[in-house]
């Protein structure tokens, strides 16, 4: 059995909520990590972001839009990053966000509704061949 996701009876693969909230974690730092790198070649000169970590840091803040303004771009390159990691962390924290949320307080399983609803179809089927319907 796969620790990442469940194979249901109809083979659809579904993935562990912990596990998609996990990959896009990776997947947020990971963007962080990266254009950390260009942030600061483009800052370090002129801005007062002189670190590999004050980049890191500066992106982390924009993309969890906290930003406390002890690090910010002065460069258009460096606004442009740091613009478009608001972007990514917005987006890849709102859907970490919701998709634990979701878990926590969802009342039905939403793979069980699929199954039903995928036989309820082949049963369906099932009469329309038959002609019955």
Same mark, same amino acid.
């Given at each position: 059995? &796969?620790?990442?996701? !469940? #194979?249901?009876?109809?083979?659809?693969? $579904?993935?562990?909520?912990?596990? !998609? @909230?996990?990959?896009?974690?990776?997947?947020?730092?990971? =963007?962080?990590?990266? %254009?950390?790198?260009?942030?600061?070649?483009? $800052?370090?000169? *002129?801005?007062?972001?002189?670190?590999?970590?004050? &980049?890191?840091?500066?992106?982390?803040? &924009?993309?969890? %839009? #906290? /930003?406390?303004?002890?690090? =910010?771009?002065?460069?258009?390159? /460096?606004? @442009?990053?740091?613009?478009?990691?608001? =972007?990514?962390?917005?987006?890849? &924290? /709102?859907?970490? /966000?919701? *998709?634990? @949320?979701?878990?926590?307080?969802?009342? *039905?399983?939403?793979?069980?509704?699929?199954? +039903?609803?995928?036989?309820?179809? +082949? +049963?369906?089927?099932?009469?329309?061949? !038959?002609? !019955?319907?």
């Amino acid at each position: 059995m &796969a620790v990442s996701h !469940k #194979i249901d009876q109809y083979g659809v693969r $579904e993935y562990h909520v912990w596990y !998609k @909230a996990g990959m896009a974690f990776i997947v947020l730092y990971s =963007y962080i990590a990266i %254009t950390a790198l260009p942030l600061l070649y483009y $800052e370090n000169p *002129t801005g007062n972001v002189h670190t590999y970590a004050d &980049a890191f840091y500066l992106l982390q803040m &924009a993309a969890s %839009t #906290i /930003g406390f303004g002890d690090f =910010y771009p002065v460069t258009p390159v /460096g606004r @442009a990053i740091v613009s478009l990691s608001f =972007y990514v962390g917005v987006g890849l &924290a /709102g859907y970490i /966000g919701s *998709t634990i @949320a979701s878990a926590l307080t969802s009342h *039905t399983d939403q793979s069980v509704m699929n199954r +039903e609803l995928r036989q309820q179809n +082949e +049963e369906i089927l099932k009469l329309l061949r !038959k002609g !019955k319907m």
